[in-house]
């Protein structure tokens, strides 16, 4: 059953999925529809998932169960995947890599693969203060506190010399 994402509780299981591009304003109003559409149904051994979505800065899929109510079975994970599958190829988009680490730059979302880190450091491209998007939070409230830290407390900050 589909739920204000304010509603949910802060210990509710979350799920990110980052696009390879941002989405246009049709693929938005797309995914908001197919995502409303699996939300209002989505059950777990015949009990209603309360869920919600989001697609923060355009390039994420941001997936959310309150699992306070009813917990999220291997099954109903699955039928998630599948949908987020079935958008990834109608959008011919990726969204399951997991290679790829999201920054923000100017406000706007840049991306690097993992092996470039120590040379975008290096070069002064990624900064200690540079906004990092730690798409590995587990629950909606590490989501809103923690899923866009600054580089130097991130896993990154191995890369920064230190005086």
């Known amino acids: ?32 529809n197919s995502l409303l559409q699996f939300t209002e149904s989505w059950n777990a051994h015949g009990s209603d998932l309360q869920s919600s979505f989001d697609i923060p800065y ?52 840049a991306t690097f693969k993992l092996n470039e880190a120590k040379q975008l450091v290096s070069e002064g491209t990624i900064t200690p203060t540079t906004k990092i998007f730690d798409n590995t939070v587990l629950n909606l409230g590490d989501f809103k506190s923690k899923w866009i830290v600054d580089a130097g407390n991130s896993w990154l900050k191995r890369y920064f010399v230190t005086a």
């Open 58 to 109: 355009n390039q994420f899929i941001v997936i959310a169960v309150d699992e306070n109510t009813a917990a999220a079975s291997g099954c109903s994970i699955d039928k998630c995947v599948g949908v987020i599958k079935q958008i990834e190829s109608h959008l011919n988009i990726s969204l399951f890599e997991r290679t790829t680490i999201a920054y923000l730059q100017e406000e706007e979302v």
């Open 1 to 32: 059953m589909y739920k204000n994402l304010d509603t949910l509780a802060d210990s509710s299981r979350l799920w990110i999925y980052q696009s390879n591009r941002a989405f246009t304003s049709e693929e938005i109003t797309l995914i908001k």
